[in-house]
C-alpha cells in the first residue's frame, strides 16, 4: 500500500462523522419509503433494473449490455439512463445524430453498439418510462441503468452488483466507505451478481462470499468475472489487434475503477504506459494533443493506444485526427462462473415470458 492510498485511508476515517450523518439520512429516507410515507411508482409493464450500493466500478454498463446481448432478439427491449455529465437536461430518445454529450456516454456507448433498440436518458426515470412507452410503444421491456436507489419507481425485477474487491458486506457509508445506500437495501433485489472477481474463484471462497451477503432464501447470487475481447480500432471498425508481450501500450483511461484493466495489461503485454483522467471526463483538443504527445515519446516497434468503449465514445468526435491514429478500443463483458450463465439468463427471460402485474399494497 502506497503513501497516497495510507493517507486516503486516513483521511476517510477522520469523515466518520459526516459517514454516520449520511447513513442516519439514508436509513430516514428507506424507512419512509417502507412505511409508504414516501411513494414508489409501479408499472404494469417489465422493469429491469441494474445497480448497486456503492460509488462506481462495479460493471453496471457491461451488465447492461448483457441484458440487451441477452434479450434484444427475443424481447423488444430498450434502455433508460440518468446520463451522467451530459450537457442536456430532461429526457431525451437517442436517434441517428445523437452525440454522447446529450444522452451520456454509457447510453451512447449502448446506442452505437445496438442501433436497433430504444436508448434514452432521464435524470428523473419516473419521468422517463412514461415518454419512452409513447415514443416506442411496442416496447417489452426497460432496463433500467444505475437505478437501484432511485426508489421513486419500484422495478419488477432488480439486479444488485458488488464487487468481489469491495462487497457492500465490508464497506460503510460516504464519506468514509464507498456506499451510497444501507446494507438492508440488498433485501429489495431478486439478483446479487459478485463482479470482477478471480477466474479461477474456488468453491470455498464462493460460498464465504454468500455466507457475507447474508441473502434471503429467495435471492440468488451469482458470480462473474471480466472477459476481455480483442480491441478494435475506434473509427476503422475493421481494424483489430491482438496484444501480445511484445506490445508497449499508453492505456488512455476515464474510469472509476481501472485496476483490473491495468492487471490484465501489466500480464499481457510488455509494458505500458498511463494517461489517466476522471472518471466520465469530457475530453478536449488538448487532451488529444497531449496523448499524441506522450505516444510519440514511447520509442517501440510495437505500440498502441488503448482505451475503454466508455472512453471512447468522448473521443470518437476527433475523427479526424484519430482516423491515421492507432488508438484502439478494448471490449469487456461479464462472464459467469460455476457454469451459471445459463440459470441467470433463463431469470431474466422468465420475468419478461411470465410477467403479471402485482403492485405494492
Partial sequence: MNFNTIFLKSFRVL???????????????????????????????????????????????????YLVKLLRNEFRIGTLSRGYKRKTKGYALANEFTT???????????HQKFPDIAVASCEERIVGIPHMLQDVPKLQAIILDDAFQHRTIRAGFNILLTEYGNLYSNDFFLPTGDLRDEWASAKR???????KCPYNLSAEMKQKIIRDLKPDAAQKVFFTTIEYGTPYHIINRG?????????????VCGIANPKPLKEYLAEKTHTYYQQ??????????????????????IHAKDKIILTTEKDAVRLIKFTEQLRELPMYVLPIQHYFLFDEGDQFNELVKDFIRNFHFNPAK
Fill in 15 to 65: 469523515l466518520l462523522p459526516l459517514a454516520i450523518l449520511y447513513g442516519l439520512i439514508i436509513v430516514i429516507r428507506n424507512w419512509l419509503f417502507d412505511r409508504d410515507y414516501l411513494k414508489s411508482a409501479d408499472f404494469n409493464f417489465p422493469i429491469i433494473c441494474v445497480g448497486n450500493l456503492s460509488m462506481g466500478g462495479t460493471g453496471k454498463s457491461p451488465m447492461v449490455e
Fill in 189 to 195: 433485489a431478486q439478483v446479487i451478481v459478485v463482479t
Fill in 239 to 251: 481494424d483489430d489487434w491482438l496484444l501480445t508481450p511484445r506490445d508497449e501500450v499508453l492505456l
Fill in 100 to 110: 454522447a454529450l446529450e444522452i451520456g456516454d454509457e447510453p451512447m456507448q449502448i
Fill in 276 to 297: 489517466d483522467y476522471s472518471d466520465h471526463h469530457i475530453f478536449s483538443i488538448d487532451d488529444l494533443n497531449e496523448i499524441i504527445h506522450k505516444f510519440e515519446h
